[in-house]
Structure formats: C-alpha cells, structure tokens
C-alpha cells in the first residue's frame, strides 16, 4: 500500500504550487510537466479566500496594458488571491514563490505566461491549464491580469477593528461559577472547517454538548490558561471568544483583527493567566494583542520588515504560529518571510519589549518540547527545525530534518529507550518521521539532532501525536494521494525504537468510520485527558458525511465512531486540558 517515492513527489510538488519560474520556457516543458497534475498538496497552499471576495478596481491604466473587463478583473483576482497568493504573496512581491509584479511579468509577455500557467514548470508551478484546474479562458484571463497592477487590499487598523469588535456578554453579567455539568478539562473543541463552526464534544460521554458560529474556514482553537475561555480564529481572521462555564457555553465576544488569519494564543505566564489574547494575520501582516476578558485590540505590531538574512525588505512577512511562553510574560510570535521569531513582552504592552531572534525563512508550525522550556517551530520550504529557548530568550539551534518539508502540527514528545526525550516531526513532502534530541541536560551528544529517522506510511503527512502515559506515535498521511494511505495512521511502540529498523502498524481509521460516500481523509490525532484515546477525524468534503474515530491507545482497537449531521468537515481538534497544557 505504500506508494513509491518518486510518484508521490511528482502528485505533490505539482500541488505545492511552488514557484512561477520567470526564466525561457525550457525546451519540452510540456512534456517534462505532462505528470504534472494538481495534487494534494494545493489543499495546503495558503489560499486567500477571504482576500478573494473583496471587490477591487482595476488599478489605474498604463498604455500597453492588456484589455480587461471590471468583471474579468475581478474574477482573476479571487483566483489569484485563491490559487497564487499563498505562494506569490498578496501584493505579488514574492513568497515561497517568485515576483509576478508587472515589470517581471511585462517582459515577459502574455504569451509566455499564458503557456507557463497552462503548462507549469518542473520546478513546481502547477499545471493549471493541462490539469483542468483552469479553463483555457480563464488561463487567458489570469495571464492579463498578472501584466496589470496588482490589486491592493485594504490595511486594517484600529478603527476597522474596533468597528468589528462586540463584547456580547460583559464580564460583570457572565457566570461567577461553571453553570454545567460538562467536564471542561475533557472537552474537545472541533474545528467544522467548511461550516464556520466548532463542535463542543463531551470526552468521556462522546455527546455534542453545543455547535457554535465561528469564522469563515475556522482554523485553530486555543484555550486561556485556567481552562475556561475558548479562543476560535476564523480564516477571516475573526476571533470568537467562548466561554466554557456557560450553560450552555456560548460566544461572550468577537472581534476582527484582519483579513486573512491562522493563529490565535492566550496569556499562560503566573501572574498573567487569561489576562490577554492574540492572533496573528496572513493579511494585513499584523499581530494584535487583546484583553483576555473581552477581545477589545490594545496592541497592533505590524510584522513589515527586513528579512532575517538577507537584510531586504518584505512587504508581507505573514504571522504563522503564535504560542504562550511558560517562563516568561511572552508570546513567542512566528514570522514566516522574513524567518524572525520575535518574544513579545506583555507585561507592558504600552512600552513594549520585543526581543527578535533571526531564525530561518518560512516559520510555520511548532510545539514545546516535554519540559515547556524549548519551542520548536518548522521552517517548512527550507527543511529545517527551529529551537528557541524560551527561558534564555534565544536560538538554541537550526537543525536540518532531513525530509522534505516538516510538518509538525505541534510534535509529539516521546521518551526514546536510547536518546531519552525526543520530539518527532512528519513531513509533507516524503514517508519519514525525523526524531531530535531535546535534552541537553541528560543527554547532551544527542540533544537538537536528528537521532532517528523513521519510514511511516508515505508523504502527505500534516500531524503526528503522543502523550506522556502512551507508549505510541500516531503518524497520518491526510494529503497522500493514495485514498488508502490518506485515510490511514500509522503508529510506532514507543519502547521498540531502539530496534534496528522499527515496524509500524496501520489502522484503518477511514474504515473503520464505515462511510461510503466519498473519500475521507484522516487527518490529527488527539490525546483525551487522560491519555487513554485518540480522537482522528475522517474529514470528507462538505456534502458527505464526515466522523470522528475513537481509538483505544492500550490495544490500537477501534472504540467509538461519533457520526452526527452536524459534523460537517472536521478537522483539528483540542482537547481543553492537553492544549492548554501543552501536553503532545
Ligand atoms: Fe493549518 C495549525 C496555517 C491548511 C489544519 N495552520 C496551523 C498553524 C498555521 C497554519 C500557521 C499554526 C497555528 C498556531 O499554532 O498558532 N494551515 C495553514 C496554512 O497557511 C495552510 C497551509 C493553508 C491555508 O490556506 O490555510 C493550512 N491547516 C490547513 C488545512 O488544510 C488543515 C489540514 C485543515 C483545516 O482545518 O484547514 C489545517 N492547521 C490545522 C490544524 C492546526 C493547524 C488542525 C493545529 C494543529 C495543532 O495540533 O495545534
């Protein structure tokens, strides 16, 4: 069942949509792409969507610009900001991609960029023409759209902010104890992506205990540091704010703090629990710090700036993970073009203090490692892992994980029978599950190195999970184009990792969901409280029927499916005790 390496890469890299080489059309491109479909990996290129739907005139004239209708405009430009920006940036500067501003894509010329987006390119530019992805027309229409003036977005400031923000119950009217009977440190808060929605879902009793409005595509949850407010980010960058000790628990208050955003954090630090919210932007390239009772924006830092090594400016540095230091009053903040990790001080948001670190280009996601002190976050398209000592307040290493693309999720922390504590990343873009050492104490010939490299079940992996009382390593493969493998987990013995080459089981999560219709993939594994289950969701497309599988982590049995109409597109999940905890 497992596919070779090279035709996974071939599916994947074409969906990664990596870059729009603007070099000659190299001769027989076409047949080079011919294997070039639009794979997987698309679903996990930023997509702009909510960018998409802002209306935009066409900038003004210049002579020579190519002929286009408002509609036409408008219409490539929810493509673009669809399909392109997440690799081509918003103001078509440059990210993971190349430049496409007008005097690139003008020398160019129409004809030139017409084939290239018809045909792609070996280096990753997706085949949007020859895969169907994109009709001749709208091939045509985007190659007129890239020659013209890219459309801005609107900034989003105080006003606009202040103007989105509504405190739906004040603090003084909401309850002084829990109203419910609900065990709040066993929940799970489950992210109905294509709903705008999240489910509550009892840990012990499987119950729906409420399914709540959120924003648009919503993405994470995280939990303030006494367990009992909910924090919900949209991929419309709105934060729902939600408060577990209602009965039954309900939106106390929103705000917006952009346009296009992923992450949302919470105060953790003695002295300062529940005391503030933030959330970073993909667009505008922002971070707000709020009140942790209310939502109300106190703070807004731009990320604009130099990138770390170059020293060039970046007009759209997005906001990847944000997570809450343990030592320290700070958020550490992930910044991912210009590769700076910034620890941002609160303890005085009005003369803030932002120690910035240079790490590497395109931070993405991270957790902690078992002892809180050392966050490892993935530089994703540069193949390496970032570890910040969040005591010491600095880079401890840039470790090369060896794969193609680390995708931790948050990690997971395992207690390896040779090189003690480790912490294990999956990774897009191959089979391989690398293992750093993360104890420099106990362990120090082995701490912030890659000690074992583990073969899963193929590429197209998002998260890998464990917990403190498990002996297992749960690995899925959500995006591998093969439907077998994708709706798959893999899982290693913890204490059989010192073998020589360490046999991994499958289950059949998607199976075991008994869903006909459709091809679910399976997608992040999650610890109950006590470290006794992992929830997976089997996440099918918005018009089939969707579950959540329950396995037994002793005896690797399936132990509950939860089907329920309402559960439309899950995906993450977070189990309240464990996220705020931080314990993965
Ligand atoms: Fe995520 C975390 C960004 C697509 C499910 N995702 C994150 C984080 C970032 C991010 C920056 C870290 C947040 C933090 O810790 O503060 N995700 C992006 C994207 O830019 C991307 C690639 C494309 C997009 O347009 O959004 C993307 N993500 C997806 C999906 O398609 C997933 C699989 C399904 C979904 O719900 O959208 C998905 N992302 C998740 C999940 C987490 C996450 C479940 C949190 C994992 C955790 O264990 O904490």
Redesign the pocket.
Known sequence: MKPDRATFRSGLLAGSALVLALAAIPAGAEQKTDDHTTGPGA???????TLGELQVEIPGRKPGDPVMTPEEYQAANKIYFERCA?CHGVLRKGATGKPLTPDITRENGYEYLRDFITYGSPAGMPNWGTSGELTEEQVDMMARYILLEPAEPPEFGMPEMRASWKVIVKPEDRPTRKMNDIDIDNLFSV?L?DAGQIALIDGGTYEIKAVLDTGY????S?ISASGRYLYVIG?DAKVNMIDLWMDPPATVAEVKIGTEA????TSKFEGFEDRYAIA?A?WPPQYVIMDGDTLEPLKIKSTRGMIYDEQTYHPEP??????ASHYRPEFIV?I?ETGKVQLVDYSDIRNLRITEIEAERFL????FDRSGRYFLVAANARGKVAVIDTKEGKLTALIETGGETPHP??GANLMHPVYGPVWATSHLGDETVALIGTDPEGHPDHAWKVVQTLEALGGGS??V?SHPNSDHLYVDA??NPDAEVSASVAVFTVSELGQEEPEYKVLPVGKWAGIEDGQPRV??G?FNKAGSEIWFSV?NAKDKPSAIVIVDDKTLKLKHVIKDPRLI?P????NVYN?RSDV?
């Open positions: 679903a996990y290129q930023p997509s702009m969507t997440g992210t992506r595509a919503v993405h994470i995280r991929r992923r992450s949302v954090e970073g993909y997005r906001v990847a993970s944000i997570v992930n991912k993405h996601d991270g957790g999720g948050r998002l998260f999970k959500p995006l997608v992040q999650e996440w597109t995906t993450g999940k977070f996220t993965y």
